[in-house]
């Protein structure tokens, strides 16, 4: 899944489902992940996964009554898939079955002895899938461990094997215990009605939420549940209608509640302005001034309101035309 397609009607009933059942859901690519809080946001501060760039993708799945190794011994043998492609690896064609003396050599003996109902993977990251398989044993990979690696032993985290054995794991494994928590990580939201709402729900998060644009993007650098908080606030603005249907509909012009702290005028204005689906530019003797940190509270302002508010704290003027903004110095 992404950001993006999640913004779907389905994607608020998830949502709401598993709100109402104590659940928290985050959303990575070709994975949405489900669980209690707690676990959702330490599983998620522990990828070491590029989220922006999956190069070798897998499409996996396994039957009933496959052990966790199993899984692992798919996941890093499974053949690299181009992300269209409708070809998945089963298990039985990587890891010989139980019966075979020599399935011993292939599946790594390190991992709890864990029995799993059928699943698949399809077009996810491979090492995006071994983390999260380490998730359910409260494990993660140390930063720069090859995947390689997996399959020996030596000075990791201790398990113990189907007779109770202890079982060392390789050193690139470690229990969650031993890392740091609440690392934060960024992510890219879509621009639109949804930033707004989501600057508004993160003005007040601690730690404080790193908030930029980047060609019509709002990276977001901020904990797991913060990100939470994000993705929950932008799907349900994106499933409402845009701010200029609003309008047409119901005769009034749409009001939003922004909070600010210390936020760069010239950025606030150009998201303001792409909410409102206008284009943008500001003056070149604006720009310094630009830069000035805006910290507003204002409460049921249309976003023209918003925007002459932002202006007029950082000694701008700002043009509010019908299809574009225009950003001057006073």
Partial sequence: MSLTAAATPAAKVILEVAEMNDLAVFPLPGVLIVGRPD??????????????????????????????????????????????????????????????????????????????????????????????????????????????????????????????????????????????????????YPSGDGALAIRSALSKSHPRASIGMVKNQLLVNTTAENHRLAIATHWRAATGEPAAARQGNVGTVPVFDLQLVDKPAVEVLRQLAQAAGKSFQVDEAAESAGNTPVTLDAKKKTLQQLAQLVAEKAGLEVQWGDTDVIVRAR
């Fill in 39 to 188: 676990w959702v946001d330490s599983a998620v501060s522990h990828l070491t996964s590029n989220e922006s760039s999956p190069g070798d993708l897998i499409s996996v799945r396994w039957p009933t009554g496959s052990t966790a190794a199993e899984v692992l011994a798919l996941l890093l043998a499974a053949p690299a898939r181009s992300k269209g492609s409708q070809v998945v690896t089963d298990l039985a064609s990587i890891v010989p079955t139980t019966a075979d003396a020599g399935r011993s050599d292939q599946v790594p003996s390190w991992l709890p002895h864990d029995i799993w109902t059928a699943g698949s993977l399809v077009a996810v990251d491979r090492r995006l899938a071994v983390e999260l398989l380490l998730a359910q044993f409260r494990n993660a990979l140390r930063r720069g461990t090859r995947l390689e690696t997996l399959t020996a032993r030596g000075g990791g985290v201790d398990s113990s094997d189907a007779l109770g054995e202890a079982v060392s794991a390789p050193e690139g494994v470690l229990a969650w215990s031993a890392l740091p928590t609440e690392r934060p990580f960024t992510l890219a």
